[in-house]
């Protein structure tokens, strides 16, 4: 089953506008459990390298068995940032993701938790900010995953 099959996605109205946001502010993203189902399935149609979808030739190699794809890692985490935080936000569009480091591999079982903070907000017009966010994907405290987004959110000024 599809993780879209698996979790609605409320299509209520975002109430945060780019002056509600502020440097430093952190937001909880909530988690999601790498299962092994999603863990080979992903790669198999988006990052198809044989220790991703091969687990006899995994076992032999470097990290011992089967990782996420960092592609996998990175939808993940967008998934996450648009449930705890983007999706109540006026985002008008996406500017750059800049810094994507994989510190360590994501395996089966692990439970990923994300994190994003607001790193810089520059008011560009009257009617739009654009926001600097810090964001990661981390397990058992340790940060597996890290990126730099960049996003253009409405002001109060659009109305």
Same mark, same amino acid.
């Given at each position: 089953m599809s993780i879209a099959a698996k979790e609605q996605i409320d299509p209520t109205e975002p109430t945060v506008y780019a002056e509600d946001l502020a440097v430093g502010d952190i937001v909880d993203l909530g988690s999601y459990k790498m299962n092994a189902e999603d863990l080979h399935e992903f790669p /198999?149609?988006?990052d198809p390298q044989r220790f991703h979808i091969d687990e006899e030739f995994a076992q032999q190699g470097h990290f011992g068995g089967i990782i996420a794809s960092g592609i996998h890692s990175l939808a993940i985490f967008q998934r996450l940032a648009v449930l !705890?935080?983007?999706r109540h936000w006026? /985002?008008?569009a996406g500017r750059a993701m800049e810094n994507i480091q994989f510190h360590a591999p994501v395996r089966p079982g692990m =439970?990923?938790?994300g994190q994003l903070e607001i *790193?810089?907000?520059q008011f560009k017009r009257e009617d739009r900010a654009l926001a600097t966010l810090h964001g990661s994907l981390g397990?058992? !405290?340790q940060v597996l995953f =890290? /990126? *730099?987004n960049a996003a253009w959110i409405w002001g109060r000024a659009r109305k």
């Open positions: /198999v149609q988006w !705890g935080a983007y006026w /985002v008008l =439970e990923l938790h *790193t810089d907000i397990c058992d !405290g =890290e /990126v *730099t």
